[in-house]
Structures are given as C-alpha cells and as structure tokens.
C-alpha cells in the first residue's frame, strides 16, 4: 500500500528529486554554435520570414502584391 502508479513512495520521493535537480541544470538562453551560420543567415533574402532564392523573390513579391489588390476589390463598397 502506499504506492503511486508502478512506484512506492521511496521510488517515487527519488524519481521526483532526480527530475528537479535536472530541471535547474537547464539552459534556456538560445546559444549560437556557428557564426558564419548566423551571419550567412542574416544576410539571406527572405519573404514573410522564409528563405527565398533571388530569382524567386521578385516573383513572390508580384504574387504578393496581385494577392492584396484582389483582396481590395473583393470587398463589397457599402454606400
């Protein structure tokens, strides 16, 4: 008696303390590894955040551009 799930409460105290020792050896502060990754990186083109080659960028700016005139002219005019 006394257990919880599978484990007896030792087991348990034990599995408990091993999870909160862990959970403060955590880092959460985002590390940059490689430089030239981030630097490449930030000098490539992109188009609502995503990574667009230089030919394509053109063409997705168009298609962007047609999207927001067709959304305009959708709306009904309220007189």
């Not at 087991?11 to 050896?25: A, T, V, Y």
């Not at 981030?38 to 962007?64: H, I, M, N, Q």
């Amino acid at each position: 008696e006394g257990y919880v799930g599978a484990y007896s409460p030792e087991s348990r105290r034990r599995r408990i303390n091993r999870f909160l020792e862990k959970r403060q050896q955590r880092v959460w502060t985002k590390k940059v590894k490689y430089d030239v990754r981030k630097s490449f990186a930030l000098s490539r083109v992109r188009v609502k955040g995503r990574f667009v080659r230089k030919e394509d960028e053109e063409l997705l700016r168009e298609l962007a551009s047609f999207a927001d005139k067709d959304e305009g002219a959708a709306a009904p005019s309220a007189k």
